[in-house]
């Protein structure tokens, strides 16, 4: 016995906040202007919330840019970075107390990493990050973070200068070496 099944065309749209109403938030970045920026990004802070509101996303673009890197920020919880258009370049670190006993980033233990669109890092609770920046022109990015103002940061008005003043300089010269051996799946 054969069974009969209805076929419905659903018409295909482009996202807007009226189409997705009811169903979902659109998040759309084009005419909205940031809640925050810096001197290589601009960031739209909160833009939905998770988990009961416990939980925030936020998206930011990154311009083409080999800053040098002078302060960072943490978070009380874990920190998802999915990069979306762009290989981006997201500088962590260790955490040191200065010689007042607060709390700085520490440069010598500085990493920083390549993500390409398809891969994400969950960043652990206190790790000291920079924000990324595009490797190879403008990229940007969504991030996943317990919800807080930038502001509430370590009550310091969100970043933080690194230890001993220093000034982190990514260098890309061995960035395709290290991408290629990490793209292995041996």
Known sequence: MSAVRDIEEVQIEHLTAEAAAGFSKALLFGTARPSSD????????GCAELS??????GFVQAADSMPDVTE???EPGTELIIPVCGEIV??????????SGVERPDGRT?????LKPG??????AGVWHAAAFGLNGEA?????AQRRKAEDSEGRRGWVELA?????????????QAQNAGDRHD
């Open 72 to 74: 960072m920020e943490r």
């Open 140 to 144: 940007s990015y969504f991030y996943v």
């Open 110 to 114: 500085a990493r920083a990493f390549v």
């Open 119 to 124: 891969s994400a890092l969950v960043m652990n």
């Open 90 to 99: 997201q500088i962590v670190a260790y955490g040191i107390q200065d010689a």
């Open 164 to 176: 001993r003043r220093t000034i982190l300089r990514p260098r890309a010269d061995h960035t395709a």
């Open 52 to 57: 009961e509101g416990r939980q925030w996303v």
């Open 38 to 45: 810096g001197e290589w990004w601009k960031c739209w802070e």
